[in-house]
């Protein structure tokens, strides 16, 4: 399956900054990536679909004003927080889509906003 | 949207075989049953996927009876490196998302 990295691995941030989390995959090229956002002993919550070349698709509930997502390139896909807040803080993983209905997942990044 | 449905917990001791059994009344004809793995604070990882009957790789087995309801992935004689969350999915009849469901955290008791 496909590799797929994520940086930072952690980060903690002051209210009211931005902050951007990358989505790499290594080995395979990604026209379509997804971000999700896991709080403490939840499941995962899709929050958008990341197109190469294209606006993102953005799930219900979602502000994408406030959640900006870029992928300029078929290996690479950007997600910022912008003004974050404590309640943005989370885990947030992303993943591409291999064949299949299969999806390969980064490690994900623990936001923290004090 | 196929909905799929897990027990929330399970616990098992050290070296039985684990059985988790998902439910997926309203699968699409052509969608694919996937399950994945995930340890606290790591993204999921792909464990099996299958279509129909029984499918086998060197973690794990997963059986899908003739009308695909429903799905069982079988975890050979488990360890606690086991203990995690096991979330079953299935496509959106060929849309592109998965919609994950609550998932069954497994523990391993030694």
């Known amino acids: 399956g496909a590799v797929v990295s994520q940086h930072p691995s952690r980060v903690i941030c002051k209210s009211g900054t931005s902050v951007k989390i990358e989505c790499r995959s290594l080995?395979?090229?990604?026209?379509?990536m997804f971000w999700y956002r896991q709080f403490p002993k939840k499941s995962l919550m899709l929050m958008a679909t990341s197109n190469e070349g294209s606006k993102a698709t953005y799930e219900q509930g979602v502000e994408k004003d406030k959640f900006l997502i870029n992928h300029a390139s078929l290996t690479l896909s950007t997600l910022t927080v912008t003004s974050a807040h404590p309640e943005d803080s989370s885990f947030y993983i992303c993943?591409?889509?291999?064949?299949?209905?299969?999806?390969?997942f980064g490690p994900g990044t623990r936001l923290l906003v004090l | 949207l196929a909905k799929t449905t897990q027990p929330i917990s399970m616990d098992s001791y050290e070296g039985q075989e684990v059985n988790i059994t998902c439910s997926h009344n309203n699968i699409a004809t052509n969608d694919y049953i996937t399950w994945y793995q995930q340890f606290p604070s790591q993204g999921p990882r792909f464990i099996i996927q299958?279509?129909?009957t029984k499918v086998t790789n060197e973690v794990a087995s997963l059986f899908i009876p003739a009308d695909r309801k429903s799905s069982t992935l079988s975890l050979p004689r488990v360890s606690l490196s086991d203990t995690a969350v096991y979330y079953c999915l299935v496509g959106d009849n060929g849309n592109e998302k998965l919609t994950f469901g609550t998932g069954t955290r497994l523990t391993i008791i030694p």
């Open positions: 299958g279509y129909k």
């Open positions: 080995d395979f090229q990604a026209t379509t």
């Open positions: 993943s591409v889509r291999g064949a299949r209905e299969t999806q390969y």
